[in-house]
């Protein structure tokens, strides 16, 4: 690896389309995620019957509950997108944040979001 301590403006030109297409995708999973969930929120009239819960209403539950996991999940993916958008605009991306070393162009490529190094995310675990 060279000793450069910062990726070029051609390199985080190719860094922001790549996060950019991954915040795309990630919004419109988020967005169908939130139709399901309103969707199946919209269909559970009741259904019991008088009063009396069935089986399913607990797999329902257990269902939208798992919906909701995933959704939390994937807004915090784009939330880490955005801010990875913005430390390309300051002059920060790719520079890791525990020991200021550049982050290696493969993890990056793979994991555009990182704000840490192989070395420091191997030091923390």
């Known amino acids: 690896m060279s000793d450069k301590s910062k990726y070029s403006q051609q390199e985080l030109k190719e860094f922001e389309d790549l996060i950019l297409q991954k915040l795309k995708l990630a919004k419109e999973e988020l967005n169908t995620l939130m139709g399901s969930i309103n969707h199946s929120t919209d269909e559970t009239t009741d259904g019991s019957y008088g009063g009396v819960k069935t089986l399913e209403d607990g797999a329902e539950t257990a269902e939208k509950e798992q919906m909701n996991q995933l959704a939390a999940r994937q807004q915090k993916f784009?939330?880490?997108?955005?801010?990875?958008?913005?430390?390309?605009k300051?002059?920060?991306?790719?520079?890791?944040?525990d020991t200021g070393n550049l982050i290696q162009k493969e993890r990056l490529m793979?994991?555009?979001?990182?704000?840490?190094?192989?070395a420091a995310k191997l030091k923390k675990s």
């Open 78 to 88: 784009i939330n880490n997108l955005d801010n990875a958008l913005i430390r390309i």
């Open 90 to 97: 300051n002059g920060t991306y790719g520079i890791c944040v």
């Open 110 to 118: 793979s994991v555009p979001h990182t704000m840490h190094s192989i």
